[in-house]
């Protein structure tokens, strides 16, 4: 039976650049390589968020807004796994999960319902069921229970199946379409296999605990400890006992031995956050572990080794830091082996249309809003707003608009009012295409002619000229105003 004859469509997979924090070893779903999912629910945002983030992912993705859709489909077709919900018009997901299992034991099938009860759990469970999840839920455990499903699997593959490789086992993503986002995302890549350490610069609101997670989840080191310290928050002598421990009785009130986060990270990474706050004195300390990999807790004699890999960030300058005589040179260059430097958002808006899709996706399942889209004044106003705290900032006015939200786009009235006065960072104009130019600019010459018919073919209607181009209706709104079309 045809896709088209059951009214369905195959996953979109978004113009967007996304550090999948884990995913196959065919990002695109090459034919025969990549994983096959079937998402069913009658909720059209829920199966839209599903299949954009796991076809991100390398899965290959079919939709299904019914049961009744859904069990034509697994009689037909075997899917590694199927996410169901389980209250829908006709037949629900339990018999869904009866018609996945009858034709493929092997398929994992994972339930979701607004309407989780411990009977329903045990019943669904009880007939083969893989994990139960109810609504609302973060994207993110969902990922992490698809994820744990595949790295159960057996090492070898069955005869005649292909091989999968997970390449980034993490639930954190980054997400942006920008060349620094890009040349970020390769860099990680490239060092993530060893043990160096890695020192993170950029300001706060970045995401810079997002790359240390991304470095440690893509690395030989992704089944062992991840662990991360805020420098900033603590006082010397507390901090000192955080990293390395104390013993009992070491100082007033140890009342019993402390493991400190070296031995809690052993074999796997720490994480040292506003690493430019250290104290002098601790600073010496740290420089050891990472010479010798050993160290003695506080009010200790007995030399502890561990294998640690150090992953650093901070948004101070350091080496004016050095100048000053506030941190040590020789730290500073064994932090430094490698590093990695994170722009703030204003200097890399191509990420914002895929951020805000991003956030949007998120929040509105997370409030069981169907909220997918901003206006146009909203999209310019962003892409003029300075971003002073960053992605931290969009996420935080984004989170805040879905909820006062009433209708299904973002406007002006739900952004904070006190934002909306703050003066224009930059001046958007069209784009320059002298004789003679770069393969960037006549790239760019190309998209915003093809843009430019899309939206004349079709009356400026933007909604059906993004689906045209296979874009999402926030970026053809970001490339409008980029190439100066208005």
Known sequence: MALDALHLKPAIVHDRFVMSSWGVEERQGRAGMAYRMLVVDDKANMREMLASTFSERGFVVTEASNGLDAISLVREQVYDIVITDLSMPGEN????????????????????TAFGTIDTAVEAMRLGASDFITKPFNIAVMEHKVETLFRQEPAQPEAGRPSKTWLHPSIQHMVGTSAQTKSVLKMIEKIAPSRSSVLIIGPTGTGKELVARAIHDSSPRRDRPFVALNCAALAPGVLESELFGHEKGSFTGATERRIGRFEKAHTGTLFLDEVGEIDAGIQTKLLRVLQSGEFERVGGTQTIKVDVRIVAATNRDLTEAIQRGLFREDFYYRLKVFSLVILPLRNRRDDIPALIDHFLRKFSIEMNKEVHGVDDDVIEFFLRYPWPGNVRELENILERAVVLAEGPTITRNELPQEILYTPADVETTPVPTPEG?????????????????????????????????????TTLQYKIKKYGLE
Request: no cysteine; glycine share 6%; net charge positive.
């Open 93 to 112: 997901g339990i018999a869904v999960l009866r018609a996945a299992r009858e034709v493929s034991p092997d398929t994992h099938v994972i339930i979701i």
């Open 437 to 473: 130019s770069s393969l960037i600019d006549r790239t760019d010459q190309l998209e915003s002619e093809l843009i430019r018919g899309a939206l004349e073919r079709y009356h400026w209607n933007k909604t059906k000229a993004a689906e045209h181009l296979g874009l999402k209706r």
